[in-house]
């Protein structure tokens, strides 16, 4: 029978497995920017298999987790969104440590709910949030974090799921290429037998949308709005066909991708 993933992720295995590959443990730190640090709570979440990773890795820095920190790190695991002028130089020096960057969640990897005040002007966002203090603080148009420097993989999603991080981690661990489906999550609705929420009158982003949720919006009933990004290269034309069965056009559905991929609306 095949390992299941926590067997994958215990102690001896993995031990065994760096130790074969002579690879030493590698420092991961954790980093956040503008985001409401839900990914990480997934994380922390992790309960059973936390206590392994951690023993398979030194965790360097990890504001959520613990006081300690260093700027000496292979893999930096980044939450959230590019949101303020100073953050840019941040980020710059994260990438500048580390040999591995990875955006974690949908905020660092597609900008995510945050580019939703992209849609509007920064005084007034300023002033919406701040109000007669606004003049204290600044803000800029919100960018995922690969519009200022380069990234190197992503753990999808809003919030990122957790069984995919540690697929991530093991694949990171193994010096290989972390394995994020490149398919859309159509795919994973059809295997679960759901009914299309298209024939209930409803739309959904889901056959443009990159797979490894296991299509959980659709399968309770709700439409995909996208959270885990579009697959790489995904078939426009197949998808304006649905749309136009279904009397609608790409126009009708750029409201729907604002949600988490308004960047990409606004950047273009
Ligand atoms: S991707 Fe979602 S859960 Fe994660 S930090 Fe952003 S808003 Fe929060
Ligand atoms: S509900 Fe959405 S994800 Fe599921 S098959 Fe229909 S379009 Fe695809
Ligand atoms: S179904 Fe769509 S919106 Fe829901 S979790 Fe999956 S990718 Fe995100």
Redesign the pocket.
């Known amino acids: 029978m095949a390992p299941t993933l926590p067997d994958l992720l215990r102690r001896p295995h993995m031990k065994r497995e760096m130790e074969k590959r002579r690879m030493t443990k590698p420092r991961i730190a954790i980093f956040?920017f503008g985001?409401?640090?839900?990914?990480?709570?997934?994380i922390v979440n992790l309960e059973e298999e936390l206590l392994d990773l951690v023993g398979l890795v030194d965790v360097v820095s990890w504001r959520e987790a613990m006081t300690g920190h260093s700027d000496e790190y292979d893999i930096a695991f980044v939450?959230?969104?590019i949101t303020r002028e100073a953050e840019m130089e941040r980020l710059k020096g994260i990438r500048q440590n580390a040999k591995v960057l990875v955006a974690?969640?949908?905020?660092?990897?597609i900008g995510?709910?945050?580019c939703l005040k992209n849609f509007f002007e920064m005084d007034e966002v300023l002033k919406y949030v701040y109000g007669k203090e606004a003049k204290h603080f600044d803000t800029i148009p919100a960018r995922p974090l690969s519009a200022v420097v380069p990234v190197d993989y992503a753990v999808p999603?809003?919030?990122?799921d957790r069984k995919e991080f540690l697929e991530v981690v093991k694949a990171l661990l193994l010096g290989k290429k972390p394995p994020i489906p490149n398919y859309p999550v159509c795919v994973e609705c059809k295997m679960k037998g759901n009914i299309c929420v298209f024939e209930k009158g409803m739309t959904c982003l889901g056959p443009v949308t990159r797979a490894g949720c296991g299509a959980i919006c659709p399968t309770y009933g709700n439409k995909c709005e996208g959270?885990r990004g579009l697959v790489d290269d995904p078939n426009l034309d197949s998808y304006k066909e649905v749309l136009q069965e279904h009397g609608l056009t790409v126009e009708q559905m750029l409201n729907s991708f604002r949600m988490f991929d308004g960047y990409m609306e606004v950047a273009k």
């Open positions: 956040d985001c409401c640090e839900g990914c990480q709570l997934q939450e959230g969104s974690l969640g949908a905020c660092a990897h995510g709910i945050n999603g809003c919030p990122i959270c």
